[in-house]
């Protein structure tokens, strides 16, 4: 069965980075786009960046342009939010999820990893 | 600005009919681009439930369906049942932000 599976979140002070993954199986990974969403303590879902199938096209929230960067490995069927110079607002459930075909809506979504900018 | 507008929260009682509405603008909904929705419960993941504007994905039980039109959207749940109890998003692409929106969300309750 399909799976998503979010990791890599914690605890980080103010201006520091973290890397999230996300590990999926039970399907061809390299045949999606995936996207990563946030969802800030007590607020709504929040889009953050999506990659192409093939990793050739990458788009960025305003929210998070120039800071976070979405990358894939195919090869390890694992998507990746590498998130530099972290926020207090960046703080939010992550969460990440496969695009059907970029028309039909994102039909899996992982559980989400808990990231918690704090100084 | 590019937002969808959701209200904050419906209600209705096991059995009842309920709808939530989603309005766009020009720059998503209204220009054609589809409207999906996802329930949601607070650290699940959440759950296609509406894809392409009116269509269910396989599970999907026939008491939700959606509609489009202009620039807004509804999702209709009818036979409340107490499990619809959830967070509702409603989700289109913007091409002003040349990126996805998601509405605020709306907490259905059944009384």
């Known amino acids: 069965q399909v799976q998503l599976v979010e990791s890599g979140g914690g605890v980080v002070q103010p201006g520091t980075s973290l890397r999230l993954s996300c590990a999926a199986s039970?399907?061809?990974?390299?045949?999606?786009?995936l996207h990563w969403v946030r969802q800030a303590p007590g607020k709504g879902l929040d889009w953050v960046a999506v990659?192409?199938?093939?990793?050739?096209?990458?788009y960025y929230a305003d929210s998070v342009k120039g800071r976070f960067t979405i990358s894939r490995d195919n090869s390890k069927s694992t998507l990746f939010l590498q998130m530099n110079s972290l926020r207090a607002e960046d703080t939010a459930m992550y969460y990440c999820?496969?695009?059907?075909?970029?028309?039909?809506?994102?039909?899996?979504w992982g559980q989400g990893t808990l990231v918690t900018v704090s100084s | 600005q590019s937002v969808l507008t959701q209200p904050p929260s419906v209600s209705g009682a096991p059995g009842q009919r309920v709808t939530i509405s989603c309005t766009g603008s020009?720059?998503?909904?209204?220009?054609?681009?589809?409207v999906h929705w996802y329930q949601h419960l607070p650290g699940t993941a959440p759950k296609l439930l509406i894809y392409?504007?009116?269509k269910r994905p396989s599970g999907v039980p026939d008491r939700f369906s959606g509609s489009k039109s202009g620039t807004s959207a509804s999702l209709a749940i009818t036979g409340l049942q107490a499990e619809d109890e959830a967070d509702y998003y409603c989700?289109?692409?913007?091409?002003?932000?040349?990126?996805?929106?998601f509405g605020a969300g709306t907490k259905l309750t059944v009384l």
């Open positions: 989700q289109s692409f913007d091409s002003s932000l040349l990126g996805w929106l």
């Open positions: 039970g399907f061809d990974f390299s045949n999606y786009g």
């Open positions: 990659i192409w199938h093939d990793g050739s096209d990458k």
């Open positions: 999820a496969r695009d059907v075909d970029g028309y039909n809506g994102w039909d899996y």
């Open positions: 392409g504007n009116n």
């Open positions: 020009n720059s998503n909904i209204g220009s054609g681009y589809d």
